[in-house]
């Protein structure tokens, strides 16, 4: 295989010199093969948007090349570029960019008069085009008249309106309901594999990554990691790690290092007021019970033994009491690694029941009451923060934000606290699955 796009030592910064300046792109150097199906996959900020921009020759670059089917863009004209973008790249566009005061068949005729197609020419190969795109009923008529699933699709049939051999797309399914956006990706898909197409996708969502051959992971302007991926099981592989790692590529000590970090976290908080002796050793067996070694009445047995005997000491109540919190810990990090398994493989199933299991365990001990609202946006937020969409900042925001600003409107305490009982959840989900998922 030969590279089609290659980027060396790309800088790019928006307002240079100002006091908003940012660099959005830091020394990224890749290369993308003809053919290939490319990812660039993080979360939103990270520069996916300005690196689609750079290497079609939207956003200019301060720094570096990119070479495309062997030309340097950096050193094309304002013009050359514009007729280079004509021919050589198809963008799939978020926000659609449909022109609203031409119909449909006109959108997608409108790039080929750009290159000097007689307008004959130029509505027969729009003709055909929409009718690929199961659109030919509407080429008359106009953006109002359509849902955005169509919409979408008339933006695909324009990015291939001068059949260019590369097809970029940003969030291609950002605005659209699951049906369409399956159909969006069974799309791109089959231009890769029937037509050859080589296809650059940006997303943070990490379900879309499914028939992606190579994932590029953003963070901060900077390329952190490659990943090919061969077969289904490895993708859902890279994209479990990536989700539990958070683009850190040394997966397996970061993994460790959480796990480390919430059972100390886990052992102050639960053992408030205790001396640091019985709280170090209540953290020993508390890692022991998050990694499988001991069983639940085990580990309970351990809490209630006299400290001299090697136990922590706890009273018989405390130790049943605290045994069935961490044991709800493990449970639920095993349901959302069981959820993150049926994200990865059904990405359009509803994951309601689940997401409900696991509101109900986070406001167990939550004495306000909840509305039928409420409720909802708590789901939503539980449900975007598993797919990694909204930090774990975020979903705090979310939760404290006041109703009519569609938060859920909480008090911000109890927004911290209901966050950081996700976060325990949430950041054993990986390294649980092994050991415990047998228990
Ligand atoms: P992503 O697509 O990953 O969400 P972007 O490429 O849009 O990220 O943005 C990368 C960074 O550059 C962000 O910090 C963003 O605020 C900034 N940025 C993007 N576009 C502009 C612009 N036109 N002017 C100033 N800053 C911008
Ligand atoms: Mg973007």
Redesign the pocket.
Known sequence: MSAIIKLENVDLW??KGKP?E????KNVSLEIEKGDYVA?F????????????ALSGI?HLKNGNIFVNGTNIAGLSNTELAIFRQTNIGIIFQQFNILPSLTVLQNVALPMSFVGKNPEESEREARILLKRLNMDEYADRYQFELSGGQQQRVGIARALANNPQVIVA??PLGNLDSVNAKNVLEFLRELNEKDGKTIIM?T?EAWSLRDVKTIHY?KD?IVTGTKKQTSQHTKADAISAHLANELDPAKTEMALLKNELSARVLSNFLLRGYSMDEIRRFEFHLKERLKGKIKTDEFEEILDRPFKEGGVGLWKGKAKRLAQYVEGIVEKRHDIHAVYQIIEKYPELPIRDEVKQIRDWILLDYKGAVSHEQALSIDQAISDRMRNFISSGQFTQVLDMPERKHGVGLSFRTAERLSEKMETIMSGAETIAGPLASL
Request: glycine residues 14%.
């Open positions: 928006y307002d908003t940012v660099q959005a792109l660039f993080g979360p939103s900020g990270c520069g996916k948007t300005t690196i689609l921009y956003d940003d969030e940006v943070h953003m302007g």
